[in-house]
């Protein structure tokens, strides 16, 4: 078997659907897209559409699940183990190990609420780039972009999902969600400490890995899809990152990058309206 | 109340544990340090099949064992310098290069379409043989002085036991055609003989000799 894996060979069953980023932006379904210009909307039981967008956000948390558990495994497998600059230590790779067995957990605890909420696997669509922040091919850059970056991002998206659940009256939701949420908070503090382990005597990497997860956070950041307004779809969850790792400077730094991704995109919707407008 | 004072014999009646063992210190570390070799190797394995495998059920399965692996060459790693080894890498190593062929074999499989052989090759071929080497190990090593091993390898064999037959069945479940029992077959003749040669996961020995006229060795 090779070592790095590419994205567009996951190995998935006839029911599951890949899109593009491009066109994932092209479906109007999509928040943010041509057809919906309005972009995300926060997460509420008063929604018309929560019962679908709460489907959907539940199918995302699944493939994400999926990806997060290929990518913890190819780390396993990617890397000789030592100490060298493009090795693993043996402990974090126990540590990814570890991180395997909770994100199998998470698949089967999002399946079985995908269930619970009347969703088919494969009812919605998948697109690669959590698999992809995974394929770098610095083993540190991997844990900023994955346990730090996205994981992260992991934290907001279950700690908003169990708010959700609580204010739906939904308590097998919201009870699954805090256990996710736990696990979360270890992923991501693995990957401080990793981060902080490994370039301990090397500042330089640790920069780059810096910068790889500033990238991972904006591409994720989707156009103010997770912020720290009122109205923000996903709500930056400080106290959980803080148990995490995050200090309240990279917090802040996330939600300045978080407004710059709504900035963007509401800058780039009003180009759309405007365009509509014009070809009208 | 029984009078606190009167003796009792150090061991309680039912307590038959026994000083003699099969092994050394030296033959417990050597087979310790092979233990956690091929324990990361197959963690490692299973973590990189994950993206692999389409089936889902397979997919989280192999999550799952994974990290049970992973924990049991934590578990050798801790035990090395217990047994006098204060460097681990040192004896974390295969037993043999016929060991790193049969490694090299079982991990070999890659492509989407290929469940039945990677399964085949560690649920039918390389647990069994590490139920057998752990076995051999937890039945000849001195229950009272070795007892740290025996803790791990129980706590292994549970492991081993219960992934074997989740293996098992998830082989049984793939398998629906002629050409795919032949398909798993020869793929368990080709890694068993590659095991055979290298005489099990800790080499010539892992499981003893069952003939009268040689010794068991370690």
């Excluded at chain 1, 995302?60 to 990617?78: P, S």
């Excluded at chain 1, 950041?221 to 109205?231: I, M, Q, V, Y």
């Excluded at chain 2, 390389?126 to 229950?143: D, M, V, W």
Aim: one cysteine or more; proline letters at 5%; charged letters at 30%.
């Amino acid at each position: 078997m090779r070592k790095i894996f590419p994205a567009d060979l996951l190995a998935r069953d006839e029911r599951f659907v890949r899109l593009t980023t491009e066109q994932r932006f092209m479906d109007p379904r999509s928040p943010g897209s041509r057809s919906n210009p309005r972009g995300a909307l926060k997460l509420t039981p008063a929604r018309p559409d929560a019962p679908d967008a709460a489907r959907a956000l539940m199918h995302g948390i699944f493939v994400g699940e999926v990806q997060a558990l290929e990518g913890a495994g190819r780390t396993c497998w990617d890397f000789e183990t030592g100490d060298g600059g493009d090795e693993t230590p043996f402990a974090l790779k126990l540590d990814m190990a570890r991180q395997c067995w909770d994100e199998a957990r998470h698949c089967e605890i999002s399946v079985k609420l995908s269930d619970w909420m009347g969703t088919e696997l494969g009812e919605f669509s998948e697109s690669t780039f959590l698999y992809e922040a995974a394929c770098n091919p610095d083993p540190v850059l991997r844990l900023t972009g994955v346990n730090r970056a996205l994981e992260g991002l992991a934290i907001d998206v279950f700690n908003t999902m169990k708010e959700f659940g609580d204010v739906a009256g939904d308590p097998v939701l919201e009870f699954c969600e805090d256990w996710m949420l736990a696990d979360e908070v270890t992923h991501v503090k693995m990957g401080s400490d990793w981060l902080r382990r490994l370039t301990e005597k090397d500042p330089e990497r640790r920069e780059r890995a810096l910068e790889f997860q500033r990238v991972v956070d904006k591409l994720f950041s989707l156009g103010g899809f997770r912020g720290e307004d009122d109205d923000s779809p996903i709500r930056l969850a400080r106290r959980f990152r803080e148990l995490a790792g995050f200090d309240k400077e990279e917090m802040d730094d996330l939600a300045e990058i978080s407004r710059e991704a709504k900035d963007d995109a509401d800058r780039m919707r009003e180009r759309l309206v405007a365009q509509a407008s014009a070809d009208s | 109340m029984a009078d606190p004072k009167k003796a009792r014999a150090p061991f309680a009646p039912w307590d038959r544990r026994e000083l003699p063992g099969a092994f050394t210190v030296e033959d417990s570390a050597r087979r310790v340090g092979n233990y956690k070799w091929i324990e990361m190797k197959l963690f490692e394995v299973l973590g990189g099949w994950v993206a692999t495998v389409p089936e889902l059920d397979v997919k989280m399965r192999l999550g799952t064992h994974c990290y049970h692996h992973a924990w049991h060459s934590e578990l050798w790693h801790k035990r090395l310098p217990e047994l006098r080894e204060m460097n681990p890498e040192r004896l974390t190593m295969p037993a043999n290069d016929e060991l790193v062929a049969f490694v090299d074999a079982m991990t070999e499989p890659e492509a989407p379409e290929l469940t039945i052989e990677k399964l085949v090759g560690v649920y039918r071929v390389l647990i069994p043989h590490k139920i057998a080497a752990y076995t051999f190990h937890l039945n000849n090593t001195s229950t009272i002085t070795d007892a740290p091993t025996i803790r791990s390898l129980k706590f292994a064999l549970q492991d081993e036991f219960e992934d074997w037959r989740d293996g098992e069945m998830l082989i049984q479940s793939l398998i629906d055609a002629d050409e795919e029992i032949d398909r798993a077959a020869a793929h368990q003749a080709k890694l068993e003989k590659l095991m055979l040669a290298a005489g099990g996961i800790a080499g010539p020995g892992s499981i003893g000799s069952a003939y009268a006229d040689q010794e068991v060795h370690a």
